[in-house]
Structures are given as structure tokens and as C-alpha cells.
């Protein structure tokens, strides 16, 4: 009997996204197993391709030719049956490529591509520490001198002696010291000063016993500053003292320094770090330091979620409702989902927190799917602070047209006298909204999407937020030659400018997508914040939760009304969690905090709950339009979203594809529509259309969506992406 295996190749397409049939020669056939890397000749070029085994099976023959399995990967550990699993399930549930979701159960970066970091380091022979060194050989005694301590690095012999490569070459030579090379992590743990337990307060106390006493998915909607933190240290420390691990879900890299702080006080080296900023080689060591059970504690963004964790006892998802925990690119999943599948099969407790939990959660902790917590105060009884809807219809009657009603620039000049600190959210970055001629009514559009583009100051140019592109802004209007152009729609690049002339005293920082993108940027507006070299704080939505700085009492929420006008089922939603939690960062000391939330709308129900925090009022106002319509969570949702560079070949798709769904045998059990142009019709040079199909089961548009990808893949002329529950609409 011959053995084979069948194989997904990884890097592949949607073309190619199912698995191939390969022989395995007799001399490897005792390591065949499901799981396992492999190198594979493929294609018509026999090009060597890394490949991953989802099936062995023996046959005396096959009725189609097979090429031969190159050889294992060596080094490289097993994908265990709960990796495995965890990819099944993407590709079944959230409709996943099969590749794509392999790739996220696998070590980050492409197999084989890591390189160790090497470091040069010295020590005394016997004969070195005996040797006679001439008078004039400064830099060698210099450095036999240091090395006397011990051991010491290339780096750190340089720093002590002042010796040089050529003065370790002829120590070397000599025979009096001896160089070792070894092997360095690029990410140096830090120690952090010791934080201990704290007891807990009452409230505290009852939901870490609800949450210890039976295994389940548990919602903790609590206050801002009520100490959810303190919970999750509390329940990660009695999961390792269980000798099992934890995963801790933070939405944002900006909230990671802190945490990480918090636990690294608590645990010390016990922890792994996984996001987005590391570089490729940091997070393939983290992945390893798990992989090998060095540390117990997984702490990172989304994709921390799939830690290769053994022996789970606790996973937390802090902020649960932020929609950064839905990847809706290849592979497609929601963190929140993968952590209760994960939870599932370790028998372990899930905790989702929130201060706004998501209407999804809310939404099953109703249905009695999952048990819902509370926290209703702040820790030590810290009143939550005063919340202010200030009408700017009234400032403009009153003549006062800047970006501040008066309260707001009254309450940040007094805090800014007491020593304390203020925070400004304008959740729309550049310094302007578009460009536009006042003579004929000209915008400057992105050429490529149907948009109209931002002004980004500081860089002169013109920006397109959906695809890059940029334009050079002119004196004069391209179309009518007019000097009536001008600027409308503040942003924060705008806000920050309208701040310092305000408050030229202030030291004053932004934080937003344009000023975070080094490496380091959120670490130093976190410490910058915490040791109070900052006094005003100007930034969008990254800036929205989690920070936690005892001097800031003054919130300002800019215009309010930006998210709560788009023209999205979420808009309301997230409009009032934005809110929320941003007027949360105040107050959250000894000294009492106060947010002026700036609308023309002040009667709003959104930001009527959203001032006083009230979840309740604003769920069942939601929920009262969702059920009318018929929209999530009361029914399932799928979107099918087409793309290509010809309008009418675009649309052709789309109706046979809305001609596929009417002919579908639960037909009857759907709601349908589309296909309509998307919200931006036109993106990248793309013309995009949408269907929306709409379901009580599921399970229903599970089957027809895979249905759909296999009668209609991905050309290169027309994408289809087909997303179920997305958490935007395009």
C-alpha cells in the first residue's frame, strides 16, 4: 500500500484554495501525519512550496498522476487537533479561506524565514586572568579589568573599556579571553514595579465569585473606572495557580503599555506579547515563548487570540465591543467568537467586559446565552463625572464661532490652572474635511474612489482616506479658475491648531492615525499622559478608552454629532460607545471630572444615554428599531460584496448572483436585497455593488454563502467577498 496525503498550500488564492493529493516515498512515510509542514513541488514549474497535511490515507493506487511529498519541515512543531479545528471552523463558519485560516493557527511570518538575533559575548580564560599585560596596551588591561566581573556582552565590554574589534581580536588571539555567541530576545523584558492584589470591593468581590464558581461565558458591564482590571488579574492569577494560561484581548495597541504595566507588576516575565507593531521576528519569539511554555499569560489585539496555548484557564476580551476584533479580510473571524470556541473546547470561562457593551452582547446576555455582571460604581465610590450636552446652536447665536463653546474653554483654563489635564476627541483626523470652491461649488475628489479627499496640513497635500492617493492643493479652482477656494470640516490636525492658540501655554499632543504610526508613538503619549508632560490631549477614537490618568478632569467631545450622521445600521451604536467611553477618562481620581459633549442635536436619545451613561435606555431604544426592521441581532446578516473596473460586468454578476439566491432550495426563509451600489460606489478604480441577504438561522446562510464562493469565486476582474454578520456595511 502507497501512503498519501492531501495538502493545502500556503500563500495560494481563492483558485487554488483546496487541498492537493501527494505521494509520500517510503523513506518518509512513518512521519506522515495530519498536521505536519511539509515542502511540496507545485504548480506546471514544480516551484517548492511550503504546505501544511489535512489528510493520510493509504491506497494501492490512485486513477490520477501525483508528484512526491520534497521532505518535513524540520523544527517546526505539529499543528495540534485544536488548531486544526479552530481553521475547520473558520472556514465553515465565518466562511474563511482554507489557506487564510491556516496561516493564523501557524508561527507569524513564513515558515523558515526566521533568523535568531546573535550577540557576541566575553569572558576571562584561566590564562587571562594570570597574563601580564604590557605598559602601553591601555585598551587591552582596560579590558581585562572589566571582564574580571564576569561576563560581558560585545556591546557592554565597548561601553566599560573603551576597547575596540581589534583589541578583542588579539585577546582572542592571545588566548586570554573566549567569545561566545548566543542567542538574544529582540524584546527585553522590562521589570515593573511590584503591583499587588488589591482587595476587592464588594461589587468586585461578587462577580469574581460568580465567575469563579461555574465555568461560562460571563458579561461584565461595568462603569468606567469600576476596576474590571483588577478582576482580570484576580481571575488570571487563580487560572495559573490552577497551573493553566491565560489570553488577555486588549482592542487597541494604545492600551496595551498599560496593561502590559499592570500585568507585568502582578506576574513579572510570566507574560507574551502579540500585535501588530511588533516586527515579524518579535512576534514569531513571543509565538515560540508559548509554543515552549515559557511564559502562561498571552496579552495582545486581535490575533493574540489564537496563543498556542495548551492547557487554557481563562480568556478575557477587555472593551468587547470594539469592532477592531472582527478581522473582515482573509482570514475572516471575530475574536470574540474564536475565544467561545476556544473556550468550548478547553472547558474554561470566557469573560467579555465592557463599560458599553456591544448590542450583540447585550443581546444574548437577554436571551440568557450568556450571564450578564454588573458593576455599577466606581471603585472607592468616585462619583462618575458631570456630563454636559452643550447646544452649539446657542454659541452660535451668541456670535462664538470657534471649534470651543465657552464652558468647555472655561473648564480647560481652570484645570489647566489647578495643574490638571484635559483630553479633546474629534473622531475625524487631517485638518480639514475637503476642499471646495465657494465660486462654483468645485470639490477636490480622489480621482480613483468617489470621495472627496482630506487636507492633511502639516504635509500640504490632499489625501484620499480609502485608497492613499494624494493631490497637491492649488491657489486657484481647477474647474473656473476662481480663488474662492477654501477649507470646510475641522479635523484634529485643525483642532490641535485651533488648541495652541487658544492655550499657548499648554504643552499639547495628538494622537491619530497620521502621528502613531512609529513604532513607539503610543508608549510615549501613554508615559507622557501618566508622568504629566502633557496637559492637553488631542485625538480620535484611539484615544477613546482605556487610559486611565488621575489628572485629567476636563473631556471635551468636539462634535458629537460626526459619527452619529453616518449612514450606518452601527452609526447610533458606536456613536454612544464613543461617547461613553471617552467621557470616562475623566474624574477617574480624587478629583471630580466634567465632559461637555458639543452637538446640535442635544435631544438626540443617542446622546441623551450617552450623558448619563446609561446602557439600558440606550439598548432598548435600539433594539425597539431593530426589531422593526429586522436588522442584527434579531436576524443573521450576510453581505456580498462584488468589485472590478467595468460597471456594467460588475452588475452582471451581481444579479446572477441575486438569481442563484432566489433559486436556493430555503429561498423561503431569506430576505434579499440588492444588488445596489455600495455606499462608496467607486474605490481604488473599482465600481462595487452589494446584496444583503438577511436570516433567522445562521446555520441557513452558512450553507449558502459557501454555495455562492464556489459557484461565483474571485477573478481577477471581479472580487466577490462574502461576509457574514460584518460589523460594517460598505
Known amino acids: 500500500m502507497n501512503v498519501y496525503v ?15 493529493t501527494y505521494h509520500v516515498s517510503e523513506a518518509m512515510a ?3 501525519e495530519v498536521g505536519r509542514l511539509c515542502e511540496v513541488p507545485f504548480g506546471r514549474g514544480n516551484r517548492t512550496a511550503q504546505a501544511l497535511v489535512v489528510r493520510v490515507f493509504e491506497a494501492e493506487a490512485l486513477s490520477f498522476p501525483t508528484k512526491d511529498v520534497h521532505r518535513w519541515l524540520p523544527g517546526v512543531a505539529l499543528v495540534n487537533a485544536e488548531g486544526m479545528a479552530l481553521a475547520r471552523h473558520m472556514v465553515e463558519h465565518d466562511l474563511s479561506d482554507q489557506t487564510a485560516a491556516i496561516q493564523t493557527v501557524l508561527p507569524p511570518g513564513r515558515l523558515g524565514s526566521y533568523r535568531p538575533l546573535l550577540r557576541s559575548f566575553y569572558h576571562l580564560t584561566p590564562e587571562g586572568r594570570s597574563a601580564q599585560v604590557p605598559q602601553r596596551a591601555t585598551k587591552q588591561r582596560a579590558a581585562l579589568e572589566a571582564l574580571r566581573d564576569g561576563e560581558l556582552s560585545r556591546k557592554e565590554l565597548f561601553a566599560r573599556s573603551m576597547a575596540t574589534a581589534d583589541t578583542l581580536r588579539r585577546l582572542e588571539e592571545k588566548g586570554w579571553v573566549e567569545r561566545t555567541e548566543r542567542r538574544v530576545e529582540r524584546r527585553a523584558f522590562h521589570p515593573q514595579a511590584h503591583d499587588p492584589a488589591k482587595v476587592l470591593t464588594a461589587e468586585q468581590r461578587e462577580v469574581y465569585e460568580r465567575i469563579v464558581a461555574q465555568t461560562g461565558t460571563y458579561l461584565i458591564c461595568g462603569v468606567t473606572g469600576s476596576g474590571k482590571t483588577e478582576i482580570y488579574l484576580q481571575l488570571v492569577a487563580r487560572a495559573l495557580e490552577e497551573g493553566k494560561e491565560a489570553i488577555v484581548l486588549v482592542p487597541e495597541i494604545s492600551l496595551t503599555p498599560q496593561t502590559i504595566q499592570r500585568f507585568a507588576g502582578r506576574f513579572g516575565d510570566q507574560i507574551a506579547i502579540l500585535h501588530s507593531r511588533l516586527s515579524p521576528e518579535e512576534r514569531y519569539e513571543e509565538w515560540e515563548r508559548i509554543q515552549n511554555g515559557e511564559v502562561t499569560i498571552a496579552i495582545g489585539a486581535r490575533s493574540a487570540i489564537f496563543a498556542p496555548f495548551e492547557h487554557l484557564g ?4 477587555d472593551e468587547e465591543h470594539e469592532t477592531s476584533y472582527a478581522s473582515e479580510k482573509n482570514p475572516r473571524y471575530h475574536a470574540r467568537e474564536i475565544a467561545q470556541f476556544r473556550a468550548r473546547w478547553h ?3 470566557l469573560v467579555l467586559a465592557s463599560a458599553t457593551p456591544s448590542v450583540d452582547s447585550l443581546y444574548a446576555a437577554k436571551q440568557g ?10 471603585v472607592h465610590d468616585r462619583p462618575l463625572p458631570k456630563t454636559e450636552l452643550v447646544d452649539m446652536r446657542e454659541e452660535l447665536k451668541a456670535n462664538n464661532r470657534s471649534m470651543f463653546s465657552r ?10 490652572r489647578r495643574g490638571e489635564q484635559a483630553i479633546l476627541f474629534l473622531n475625524r483626523r487631517g485638518h480639514t474635511s475637503y476642499v471646495f470652491c465657494r465660486q462654483c461649488g468645485y470639490v477636490y475628489r480622489c480621482d480613483a474612489c468617489d470621495v472627496a479627499m482630506t ?18 492643493i492649488m491657489n486657484t479652482c481647477p474647474q473656473c479658475g476662481s480663488s474662492a477656494i477654501r477649507e470646510f470640516g475641522a479635523g484634529t490636525e485643525q483642532l490641535e491648531e ?3 492658540a487658544l492655550f499657548p501655554a499648554a504643552r499639547i499632543a495628538r494622537a491619530d492615525a497620521d502621528t502613531m504610526r512609529r513604532k513607539d508613538a503610543y508608549q510615549e503619549i501613554y508615559e507622557g499622559m501618566r508622568d504629566g508632560r502633557i496637559d492637553i490631549l488631542i485625538g480620535t477614537q484611539m484615544i477613546a478608552k482605556g487610559f486611565d490618568f488621575p489628572k485629567v478632569t476636563v473631556v471635551g467631545v468636539m462634535a458629537a454629532d460626526v459619527s452619529l450622521n453616518q449612514p450606518d445600521l452601527h452609526a447610533g451604536e458606536r456613536t454612544f460607545q464613543l461617547i461613553t467611553q471617552v467621557a470616562g477618562r475623566a474624574g477617574r481620581d480624587q478629583r471630580a471630572g466634567h465632559v461637555y459633549i458639543q452637538t446640535y442635536k442635544p435631544m438626540h436619545p443617542v446622546l441623551q444615554a450617552a450623558a448619563a451613561q446609561n446602557v439600558d435606555a440606550f439598548y432598548d431604544g435600539e433594539m425597539a428599531f431593530r426589531r422593526e426592521n429586522g436588522y442584527p441581532p434579531v436576524r443573521h446578516e450576510m453581505q456580498i460584496v462584488l468589485s472590478g473596473p467595468k460597471r456594467e460586468a460588475v452588475l452582471t454578476r451581481a444579479l446572477a448572483i441575486r438569481k442563484a439566491i432566489e433559486a436556493y432550495e430555503e429561498r423561503n426563509r431569506l430576505f434579499v436585497d440588492g444588488p445596489t451600489p455600495c455606499l462608496i460606489e467607486r474605490m481604488n478604480l473599482r465600481y462595487r455593488f452589494q446584496l444583503v441577504v438577511r436570516g433567522k438561522e445562521r446555520l441557513t446562510l452558512e450553507r449558502l454563502g459557501q454555495k455562492l464562493i464556489d459557484a461565483f469565486p474571485t477573478s481577477p476582474e471581479i472580487w466577490v467577498i462574502v461576509s457574514l454578520d460584518p460589523m460594517t456595511m460598505n
Open 407 to 416: 464652558p468647555l474653554r472655561m473648564a480647560i483654563d481652570h484645570a489647566l
Open 455 to 472: 487636507y492633511h496640513k502639516h504635509r500640504e497635500k490632499l489625501i484620499c482616506h480609502y485608497c492613499g492617493r494624494e493631490k497637491k
Open 369 to 378: 446565552e450568556i450571564m450578564r455582571l454588573d458593576l455599577l460604581h466606581r
Open 347 to 349: 472547558d474554561c470561562s
Open 30 to 32: 512513518d512521519q506522515a
Open 6 to 20: 492531501e495538502v493545502l498550500i500556503a500563500a495560494t488564492t481563492r483558485k487554488t484554495d483546496r487541498p492537493f
Open 498 to 500: 485651533a488648541t495652541r
Open 314 to 317: 481563562v480568556i478575557i476580551i
